[in-house]
């Protein structure tokens, strides 16, 4: 069976919840939903381009420590609280993944854990042999 590596954040929801930022078995890497969060305060409030942003360097930074980079990104699922407000976060995507191209879902759902988070961010990666 090949190697679980975990990457946690220190989150104060990763034990309670039970879950860590990322998982990586064999070439596949999981990456958990992932909000604009950093150090328990929301960062860009009201900004969903800041927001979307913020989330996908922390999901890059993730990835690194798994060992994967977003050249091996396959999926995202971004979730939105305010669908129009798809270009300002798809802006944020494209500036990650414009040469990449992962296929991506966008979707709008009624809320998140906090309500000044506005966009929520999952990513799959298979990293190349």
Same mark, same amino acid.
């Given at each position: #069976?090949? +190697?679980?590596?975990?990457?946690?954040? =220190?989150?104060?929801?990763?034990? !309670? *919840?039970?879950?860590?930022?990322? &998982?990586?078995?064999?070439?596949?890497?999981?990456?958990?939903?992932?909000?604009?969060?950093?150090?328990?305060?929301?960062?860009?409030?009201?900004?969903?381009?800041?927001?979307?942003?913020?989330?996908?360097? #922390?999901? +890059?930074?993730?990835?690194?420590?798994? =060992?994967?980079?977003?050249?091996? !990104? *396959?999926?995202?699922?971004?979730? &939105?609280?305010?669908?129009?407000?798809?270009?300002?976060?798809?802006?944020?995507?494209?500036?990650?993944?414009?040469?990449?191209?992962?296929?991506?879902?966008?979707?709008?759902?009624?809320?998140?854990?906090?309500?000044?988070?506005?966009?929520?961010?999952?990513?799959?990666?298979?990293?190349?042999?």
């Amino acid at each position: #069976m090949a +190697e679980r590596v975990r990457v946690f954040t =220190g989150s104060p929801w990763e034990p !309670v *919840v039970g879950y860590c930022r990322a &998982v990586r078995v064999g070439n596949i890497v999981e990456v958990a939903g992932t909000t604009a969060v950093r150090n328990g305060e929301v960062v860009a409030k009201g900004d969903a381009y800041g927001q979307a942003k913020a989330v996908l360097e #922390m999901i +890059e930074a993730a990835l690194r420590e798994a =060992g994967a980079a977003l050249q091996d !990104v *396959v999926r995202t699922r971004m979730f &939105v609280t305010d669908i129009s407000q798809w270009e300002a976060i798809g802006k944020a995507h494209g500036e990650f993944f414009r040469d990449i191209c992962p296929v991506a879902t966008m979707v709008e759902v009624k809320a998140l854990i906090d309500p000044d988070l506005l966009v929520e961010i999952e990513a799959q990666a298979i990293i190349r042999d």
